[in-house]
């Protein structure tokens, strides 16, 4: 069965500075990622999701990317972190032999201070 | 394209049962159904495909109107574990897109 993997679990950091989350999957191939960021007491929001490696779509425009280098990873970053960026943050992927379910990562919860 | 839930809460006693209503004006592919606990994950409850194909617990059930573009999740005899934020989920007919609808928070009490 199919094994998504986030890190770091809990992060703080300084509003202008960089941010990196990385996002793995484990016994899948070719599967559709997505990255949700969930804000305090509010609903989760698709940020960006990919169909395959180098394809990704954006949601919401903002300062945050993503990327996929490889087939199971799935990274999101920024150049400078606002606020507003913090929150708990998902991936979560179609993959596994139910196709028509999305499981999700454990996620990371960011802090901008 | 983000669905709208009815009622945004709801707190219900041991026993008694909850319909938490998604709408979406696009049409749909599918509708997922999910429970998060405060600080976790969300995780799966319960899917319904156009066409009418169905998955899911017992005690939670669904439906889903293609021609309204709208689902009910039903919970029966509430237990304290059902407590948490309860989001549908929509995949409309075109492109790869999932949305998230607006969170229904539910709290069991004894």
């Known amino acids: 069965s199919q094994t998504i993997h986030q890190w770091p679990a809990t992060l703080v950091q300084p509003v202008g500075s960089p941010l990196s989350l990385e996002c793995t999957v484990e016994g899948t191939s070719n599967p559709n990622l997505y990255w949700y960021r969930q804000a305090a007491g509010r609903g989760l929001q698709l940020l960006f999701y990919s169909v395959g490696i180098g394809q990704i779509s954006s949601e919401v425009p903002q300062n945050l990317s993503a990327s996929r280098p490889q087939d199971r990873q799935f990274i999101l970053s920024s150049k400078k972190l606002l606020l507003s960026d913090s929150g708990f943050y998902l991936c979560?992927?179609?993959?596994?032999?139910?196709?028509?379910?999305?499981?999700f990562g454990p996620g990371t919860r960011l802090t901008v201070l | 394209q983000q669905p709208v839930q009815s009622p945004q809460a709801v707190i219900l006693r041991e026993g008694e049962d909850a319909v938490i209503n998604c709408s979406s004006s696009?049409?749909?592919?599918?509708v997922h159904w999910y429970r998060q606990k405060h600080g976790e994950a969300p995780v799966f409850l319960m899917i319904?495909?156009?066409?009418?194909e169905q998955k899911g617990h017992d005690k939670i059930s669904a439906s889903f109107n293609e021609k309204k573009q709208q689902s009910s999740l039903y919970l029966t005899a509430s237990q304290l574990s059902y407590s948490g934020t309860y989001f549908c989920g929509t995949e409309e007919d075109t492109g790869n897109q999932f949305y998230f609808g607006t969170g229904t928070s539910l709290t069991v009490i004894p």
């Open positions: 319904l495909l156009k066409g009418g």
């Open positions: 979560a992927c179609y993959c596994g032999q139910d196709t028509d379910t999305q499981y």
């Open positions: 696009k049409a749909l592919y599918s």
